[in-house]
């Protein structure tokens, strides 16, 4: 047998594996990022509605008539742990990076913030409601373009 037609069979072997080996690696890793992706988005579309839900919910609590103070502040509690914001606000410290997360976070501390003007004794007459909600919506939009930015440079 010829040594060169065994090392020609041998380098051709090792280049056809070498190459299925590299094809594969590269159809893991963009279908490993497209799933990543997937689940940020989903996360991060709960995240945001869970926080505008929130907000919405709690704007509604205010022009409620015929609550007594103690009873919508009860329900303003409730509100913020009815809707899942919690829990995924330790989702997004966990899967967002840096950046998002701190972003995430302002959001979160801004819409408490709302949830806390309740314990004022009047809140119809809060003269600090309208800044408050103005923070909120400010971070809102700040975490909305956070998260797209996070999504578009994967």
């Known amino acids: 047998m010829d040594w060169g037609t065994l090392a020609g ?17 590269s159809r893991w890793q963009r279908e490993s990022s497209a799933r990543e992706r997937g689940i940020k988005r989903q996360l991060y579309a709960e995240y945001l509605g869970a926080l ?6 709690l704007r509604d609590l205010k022009r409620s008539p015929g609550l007594a103070r103690e009873e919508r502040v009860e ?8 809707t899942n914001a919690y829990h995924l606000r330790y989702q997004m410290l966990i899967i967002a990076p840096a950046m998002l997360s701190e972003s995430a976070e ?11 003007r309740f314990d004022e004794p ?3 007459a809060d003269s600090e ?9 400010d971070a809102l939009d700040s975490l909305r373009r956070a ?7 994967d």
Do not use: K, N, P, Y
């Open 129 to 137: 409601w309208s800044s408050t909600m103005r923070s909120v919506s």
């Open 106 to 116: 302002q959001a979160f501390m801004r819409v408490r913030d709302l949830r806390d």
């Open 9 to 25: 069979t041998a380098l051709g072997a090792i280049l056809g594996v070498s190459t299925t080996l590299i094809a594969e690696r």
């Open 122 to 124: 009047d809140i119809s």
């Open 147 to 153: 998260m797209r930015s996070d999504l578009t440079t």
């Open 75 to 82: 329900q303003a509690g409730e509100i913020l742990g009815s």
């Open 52 to 57: 505008s839900l929130t907000t919405h919910r």
